[in-house]
T-cell receptor
């Protein structure tokens, strides 16, 4: 079974530029999460999708971050314009609807904002 | 408020020695409990989980954890660590009907040769 795929693995941009990250979850997983992980901290949930609907985006900085999952499969997270404090690893995870709460993570996209 | 505390930011253990990583949580009901491991440059991998039943759970790579309700703890143990266990370990609690996880800040495990 293929795991969660993310790209790009690394991205370096200057502040005020834009960036987009892509995630393809495990086949059949209805729930998709985007997390932000700043160095030395645990993951912070940005947004949770159930199929193509948003379950929770309360911690997403909506003035600069956006995310979509148009067909209920893959997802894109965008940052525009980026700030220095957005430097982090952006982790995508997916889970099935079996109610166990187990998340499967991709390898992450490391963003450096200069 | 719901929270997860991992009191140790770093732990250094000699190869072959035993390991215990601490995790305490604050949650009103019986939580779902998880331990994940993150190797350098990698995503998070599930080590083990507790939902109900036997309070001692076995996981991958020889790890186990024990749920102690009276102490609100879910400590991770391994009898003999290997150099490949060097990584960061995160404890998490599944805390609502949306199965969102509340994460600890992580404990970095350093293995001495």
């Amino acid at each position: 079974e293929a795991g969660v795929a993310q790209s790009p693995r690394y991205k370096i941009i200057e502040k005020r530029q834009s960036v987009a990250f892509w995630c393809n979850p495990i086949s059949g997983h209805a729930t998709l999460y985007w997390y932000q992980q700043i160095l030395g901290q645990g993951p912070k949930l940005l947004i949770q999708f159930q199929n193509n609907g948003v379950v929770d985006d309360s911690q997403l900085p909506k003035d600069r971050f956006s995310a979509e999952r148009l067909k209920g499969v893959d997802s894109t997270l965008k940052i525009q314009p980026a700030k220095l404090e957005d430097s982090a690893v952006y982790l995508c995870a997916s889970s099935s609807n079996r109610g166990t709460g187990e998340l499967f993570f991709g390898e992450g996209s490391r963003l450096t904002v200069l | 408020a719901q929270s997860v505390t991992q009191p140790d930011i770093h732990i250094t253990v000699s190869e072959g020695a035993s390991l215990e990583l601490r995790c305490n949580y604050s949650y009103g009901a019986t939580p779902y409990l998880f331990w994940y491991v993150q190797s350098p440059g990698q995503g998070l991998q599930l080590l083990l989980k507790y939902f109900s039943g036997d309070t001692l759970v076995q996981g991958i790579k020889g790890f186990e954890a024990e749920f102690k309700r009276s102490q609100s703890s879910f400590n991770l143990r391994k009898p003999s660590v290997h150099w490949s266990d060097a990584a960061e370990y995160f404890c998490a609690v599944g805390a609502n009907s949306n199965y969102q996880l509340i994460w600890g800040a992580g404990t970095k495990l350093i293995i001495k040769p």
